[in-house]
């Protein structure tokens, strides 16, 4: 609900002017040109402020203050051309009147800070400000003055009965006099500071006296201000303004960073949940690899173990099967049931989610893959030369490195399929350059077109059929060397295919 504003103003050139700025800055405006307009308009309405003019057609402005005074809640801002020092100080004696302005001002600036005074002073009353003060005509002009702005107030009269306040209430700003019994004020600032959740709350110091020392200390340990006694009151709110827009500043950049930490917070919780499905998806692709691969390493071991079931029945038709070719045939068949669960084994430890970090050399890991696809390759008539200039020992997860060496090898193995190499090939160099090791694997499958060579390590990028990839594996392999092994991965082409490169700097 806008606030409902009354402007009080002989000039019309002023008073539409006025008007209309306020109007457009969503303000509920009325206008009156003079003392009897004001009072009828008064009669049946209220309002929340009034811009009021010193100067009328029809005698002075100051005649409306008592009508303000009588209605309460009204909030006066004098607007006028007088500098009558004397007067300004008996108007603030008004306890409607919060502020006075001067005419002698650029109009649209003026109008924006009679704007911005409003909607600050409408947002005060969500502050509390606690006023501490043995004297009570002290504690009542403070009142009065703080509930100008429109701050709920609370009071004490001593040091001990503050500390009870701030710690039962939401406090945000505290007003304290120096000199007070039972607790005197810079022992109260002390005893606030310490308070964990109030070590930023604002803290001003009424005194009357003048010790440069005293007013240095309580500066020095936490005071946000320091006015002397007896005080203007119009110097006094200045400064209170001063103090609660500071506030309400570090509130608002407090309020800020909340924001942005809760949207990184929900950020990271998406990425966390978008990385673990990525490596979900993954780890299923990774299973329809390894039962391509188990398949590879157990054709051969199957074929010959039907053999062996084929002789034995042969044998039996014959009438030839004996003890001795019995126990051949079994010897040989467990054997080859062996081998195939050694197959098992060797995937079952490569595949299993082991954080365990050990010492070992680039060439042992480099043998962990080639123990899974070196087979399959095999297979599709692939050879693979491992070529060691410097064998490096690192302090790895080695199956990490293991499945990345695995993901370029079988990205490799697809390319020399689908391109139909004759004498298809892959050279796995190992190598060490100061204190960086190197691994390299080169293939001869022609290179990879330049156009989508820069998108390879993307997640789900992929150039295999549909259904064929899903355009993880890079991705996680680049993942797994840049976030785990501190390293990097990368991909050019050579004259006769690709070469991807695995840089891993040493401690």
């Known amino acids: 609900m ?16 006025l008007t209309k700025y306020l109007t457009n800055a969503n303000f509920d405006v009325v206008q009156a040109f003079s003392i009897l307009q004001a009072k009828e308009i008064l009669t049946n309405s209220d309002f929340e402020f009034c811009l009021l003019d010193l100067n009328l057609p029809d005698g ?25 020092n004397k007067k300004r100080r008996k108007l603030f004696s008004y306890n409607c009147v919060i502020d006075y302005i001067i005419k002698e001002r650029n109009f649209n600036e003026l109008s924006f800070n009679i704007v911005e005074l ?33 701050f709920n107030i609370y009071e004490a009269t001593n040091g001990v009965d503050a500390l009870n306040i701030i710690q039962n209430e939401k406090i945000d700003s505290v007003i304290a006099d120096l000199e007070m019994p039972q607790m005197s004020g810079d022992k109260l600032l002390a005893k606030i500071k310490k308070i964990p959740e109030h070590i930023s709350t604002p803290i001003m110091i009424l005194s009357g006296t003048s010790k440069a020392e005293m007013i240095s200390y309580v500066i020095k340990n936490g005071a946000s201000d320091f006015i002397k006694k007896p005080f203007v009151p119009e110097e006094f709110i200045l400064k209170v303004d001063k103090m609660m827009e500071d506030l309400k500043q570090k509130k608002l950049i407090k309020h800020q960073q909340e924001l942005l930490q809760s949207k990184l917070d929900k950020e990271i919780q998406k990425n966390w949940e978008y990385n673990k ?105 692939i050879s693979v030369k491992v070529h060691t200039e410097i064998d490096t020992k690192l302090s790895i997860i080695a199956n990490e490195l293991a499945q990345v060496i695995l993901n370029i090898l079988a990205n490799a193995m697809d390319a020399l399929i689908i391109n139909e190499i004759k004498k ?24 990879i077109d330049a156009e989508i060579i820069e998108h390879i390590f993307e ?49």
């Open 277 to 381: 499905m990525l490596i979900h998806q993954s780890k299923m692709a990774e299973m329809g690899e390894m039962l391509t691969y188990i398949a590879h390493q157990w054709r051969q071991p199957l074929n010959a173990l039907g053999l062996v079931l084929q002789k034995q029945k042969l044998f039996f038709s014959m009438g030839t099967l004996d003890e001795k070719k019995l126990n051949e045939s079994v010897s040989k068949g467990l054997n080859l049931v062996s081998q195939m669960s050694n197959t098992i084994e060797d995937f079952k430890n490569f595949f299993k989610d082991d954080k365990h970090i050990q010492n070992i050399y680039i060439s042992e890991v480099i043998d962990k893959a080639l123990v899974i696809i070196e087979p399959t390759l095999e297979a599709n008539g």
């Open 118 to 150: 409003i909607k600050k002073i409408s947002t005060n009353d969500q502050f509390n400000i606690l006023i501490v003060d043995d004297s009570p005509t002290t504690l009542m002009i403070l009142n009065i003055l703080l509930q100008k702005r429109g």
């Open 2 to 17: 806008p606030n409902s504003i009354l402007i009080v103003d002989g000039s019309k050139l002023v008073n539409d002017n």
């Open 60 to 84: 002075s402005g100051e005649e409306l203050l008592d009508i303000f005074e009588e209605k309460e809640g009204v909030k006066v801002v004098i607007f006028t051309f007088e500098k009558d």
């Open 424 to 447: 298809p090939k892959i050279d796995i160099n190992i190598n060490q350059i100061n204190n960086i090791a190197l691994v390299s694997v080169e293939d001869n499958a022609g290179g």
């Open 459 to 507: 997640p789900y990028f992929t150039t295999k059929q549909e259904n064929k990839g899903t355009g993880l594996g890079l991705y996680m392999s680049k993942t797994i060397v840049k976030d785990h092994i501190n390293g990097d991965i990368s991909v050019s082409n050579t004259d006769k295919g690709a070469i991807f490169t695995i840089v891993i700097p040493l401690k």
